[in-house]
């Protein structure tokens, strides 16, 4: 790359990191609406009353058709196409962009506790949570921004890591009890529920090489993140299967479709997105694939691994 050419992709870099920041910075809010699912029964005879909680990954910010605005809902995100192929009598999707652990049990604006949705009647739970409580939108941000800085090296990791510990994996086991917190209590609220923890999609290319600019991380951060959302996972799973919840692995089935792909192969959009979606976020293919892992799971065993 030629210099005269270096101020130009520097300017687009620190204008998509910007974009992101805004997107992942704003998030809002209003209760949801419990609206019935298909119109076939539950199979068998019995009802099924699912209920979604979860943050902007669930909830599908920017993908049409948008149902909550305040909450950026689409209404082709996972819960949505799980709630259509399960047959779910009765479908109560909470999920709300910005929401951590403790919007569960606080309102999100004019979005109540997300908790208040659970009860006594619900038989299925979906909870995609704990990827704001560890900072998703900082980090994003500060990567981005520091990435300009130095495209070559590894200042990300290096800020994070000034320490002498690392704050990101430090900030993951901290969101580790405050999950465990939220299944608990959503076995309390519900006990005879099938409870369902997902976890987070590939964001960025599971080999570690970059893609600078379209994604302005520097080259030695994109292991080092794909690594934090790897601990990110890996803490979901361990703490599902010590709480009596299943877990459902997004990331793997997403390999391969992360956000510096092309636009025909790529699930999750870049910072400066080509579908419909919010930056760094699962487009409508994103949603798909996660909802297929999901029905995988549900069609499969009922163990807590």
Request: hydrophobic share 35%; glycine share 10%.
């Amino acid at each position: 790359m030629t210099n005269d050419r270096r101020p130009a992709d520097g300017a687009r870099a620190r204008r998509r990191a910007s974009m992101l920041a805004a997107a992942v910075g704003g998030c809002a809010l209003v209760a949801a609406a419990t609206t019935p699912a298909a119109a076939h029964p539950a199979g068998h005879g019995h009802r099924l009353d699912y209920v979604a909680l979860g943050d902007s990954y669930t909830s599908g910010p920017g993908i049409p058709t948008q149902v909550d605005a305040d909450c950026a809902r689409s209404d082709r995100n996972y819960p949505s196409l799980v709630t259509r192929r399960a047959r779910a009598t009765t479908f109560t999707d909470v999920s709300c962009s910005g929401a951590t652990t403790v919007q569960m049990w606080q309102a999100q604006g004019t979005n109540r506790p997300q908790l208040d949705a659970v009860s006594r009647n619900t038989d299925l739970v979906t909870l995609q949570i704990g990827g704001n409580d560890v900072g998703f939108g900082t980090i994003i941000a500060t990567c981005a921004r520091l990435g300009v800085q130095d495209p070559k090296g590894h200042p990300c990791e290096r800020s994070y890591e000034a320490s002498g510990q690392d704050a990101l994996a430090l900030a993951v086991r901290q969101t580790a009890p405050k999950v465990t917190e939220v299944l608990r209590a959503v076995h309390a609220r519900a006990p005879h529920a099938r409870v369902v923890m997902v976890g987070y999609p590939d964001l960025l290319p599971d080999d570690g090489v970059g893609c600078f600019p379209q994604v302005p991380f520097a080259q030695g951060d994109f292991a080092y993140l794909r690594d934090t959302e790897k601990r990110l996972n890996l803490m979901l799973r361990t703490v599902a299967g010590r709480n009596r919840a299943e877990y459902v692995d997004t990331y793997g089935p997403t390999v391969g479709h992360d956000m510096c792909k092309a636009p025909a192969d790529r699930w999750i959009e870049p910072l400066q997105p080509a579908a419909p979606a919010a930056p760094a976020h699962p487009n409508a293919r994103g949603e798909e694939a996660m909802a297929g892992a999901v029905l995988h799971r549900l069609a499969g065993n009922h163990g807590h691994r």
